[in-house]
């Protein structure tokens, strides 16, 4: 139901764009976000946006270089990565809420498969 894509293989300073669309508009999803997992690392927040507008969120590490951001009209919601450095080397993940922000882990109620970002030194 959530299909991310735009994953790859930069160099540190790059950027990427990811893309997650939503197949299914079943739901009337409140929040959509990512989430990423680096190897030996647990699954982490990274940010989120409410489908109406409003205020975003971000974890600490990558406010100012993410950008989160919506298009109603494609059913999709990007994360835009910039000034990639090789500690944002992780499995994102995008993820849905119907009626939160997903900024919590326990709180997510949908998981799209990963796209790998992989950032060389």
């Known amino acids: 139901q959530l299909q991310a894509s735009g994953g790859g293989l930069v160099q540190a300073g790059s950027c990427l764009r990811l893309s997650c669309v939503i197949s299914d508009r079943t739901f009337n999803y409140y929040g959509m976000g990512w989430f990423r997992q680096a190897p030996g690392k647990e699954r982490e927040f990274v940010a989120a946006?409410?489908?109406?507008?409003?205020?975003?969120y971000y974890t600490d590490s990558v406010k100012g270089r993410f950008t989160i951001s919506r298009d109603n009209a494609k059913n999709t919601i990007y994360l835009r990565l910039d000034s990639l450095k090789p500690e944002d080397t992780a499995v994102y993940y995008c993820?849905?809420?119907?009626?939160?922000?997903?900024?919590?882990?326990?709180?997510?109620?949908?998981w799209g498969q990963g796209t790998q970002v992989t950032v060389s030194s």
């Open positions: 946006i409410p489908l109406s507008g409003g205020t975003t």
């Open positions: 993820v849905a809420n119907r009626e939160i922000l997903p900024l919590k882990l326990k709180d997510v109620d949908l």
